[in-house]
């Protein structure tokens, strides 16, 4: 099987799969011998994949399949996004021929459980990104709606929250954003102002209007310009956002997660990173418990996916 159908290109083939068989190479060799003259432009794009790391080591084949597959499944998953948007077309064009006026794109709704109502019984409902304050106190995770958020992502849902750095000061906070981010709602902390915000398939937002007031009027939005803003918005902080799980990463267990896509051996990866191999083993039976995987590979898919490695 050829991995263009994963969407690399000819060229970025030929030159991952010549890093995987060349453990020691440099550009201008790996050039001449693939004829490639534009090799490094072709490394670049490898490395912004993911796929090939600054010093042109190839990410083992199961990892790097993995990612390409799950890239694959996330631009899969946007193309259907934009079909569904047709349903959405339709939809308003039958309600402005029953109301013989135009459909409203933002709609200011006055009641919060009204809020709730519509976002619960939305179709769709693959992805949901999430900025918001989490509430001050005891933070419950029972209930009717906590039973149902777990079972949805359990059905699949990707919910991203982006959460304050102000909660590091409140353990019940923290506390209630790690289960649920264990639970694959997966949380980041910015130190960047924002307003409360959830956009839902990346077609519809709902903005608190005043995020200090928990009663506050929220903006329902559908006008397709400004919800494509909203998601660039939450993109970019949420790309310099950390992941809740890497705040207390040590720089040592940041590199012996590397060495576990690269090494086979502990020898050589203890060498690399000049530790006793018997130090550097205890920092892999730790990251495998903070993981909660049962093996080195699924330890390593696993911090792939936290955005670990």
């Known amino acids: 099987m050829s991995l263009q159908s994963l969407g690399l290109t000819y060229d970025q083939e030929r030159v991952y799969r010549y890093l995987l068989r060349t453990r020691h190479s440099d550009p201008d060799t790996a050039g001449a011998e693939l004829g490639l003259p534009g090799l490094r432009a072709v490394l670049a794009e490898l490395q ?44 308003e064009l039958a309600e402005e021929s029953r109301q ?36 001050r106190g005891r933070t419950p995770c029972q209930g009717v709606e906590a039973d149902r958020f777990r079972r949805q992502l359990a059905d699949g849902l990707a919910n991203r929250t982006l959460i304050s750095t102000a909660a590091l000061d409140q353990p019940d906070q923290m506390a209630y954003a790690r289960y649920w981010h264990a639970l694959g709602d997966v949380h980041r902390v910015t130190a960047e102002p924002f307003g409360q915000l959830l956009i839902v398939d990346r077609r519809v937002a ?13 903006l329902q939005i559908a006008q397709p310009g400004i919800v494509a803003a909203l998601v660039d918005l939450f993109e970019r902080q949420w790309a310099r956002a950390t ?8 720089a040592v267990e940041a590199e012996v997660l590397r060495t576990l896509s690269e090494h086979g051996k502990d020898e050589t990866a203890a060498r690399e990173l000049n530790i006793s191999v018997r130090k550097y083993r205890s920092h892999v039976a730790d990251l495998l418990t903070r993981l909660n995987a049962a093996t080195r590979f699924q330890a390593a898919l696993r911090a792939k996916e936290r955005g670990w490695l």
């Open 100 to 135: 013989g006026r135009p459909v409203e794109l933002v709609e200011r709704i006055l009641d919060p459980a009204q809020v709730t109502h519509r976002i619960r019984t939305m179709p769709g409902r693959f992805e949901m990104m999430n900025a918001k304050r989490l509430p």
């Open 48 to 91: 912004a994949l993911g796929v090939v790391d600054a010093r042109m080591a190839a990410l083992a084949p199961a990892a790097a399949v993995d990612l390409l597959v799950r890239r694959r499944v996330e631009h899969t998953s946007r193309e259907l996004a934009r079909l569904d948007a047709a349903f959405d077309v339709v939809r």
């Open 206 to 218: 709902f903005v608190r209007i005043d995020p200090d007031r928990p009663d506050s009027d929220t």
């Open 243 to 250: 992941d809740i799980d890497r705040l207390d990463l040590s």
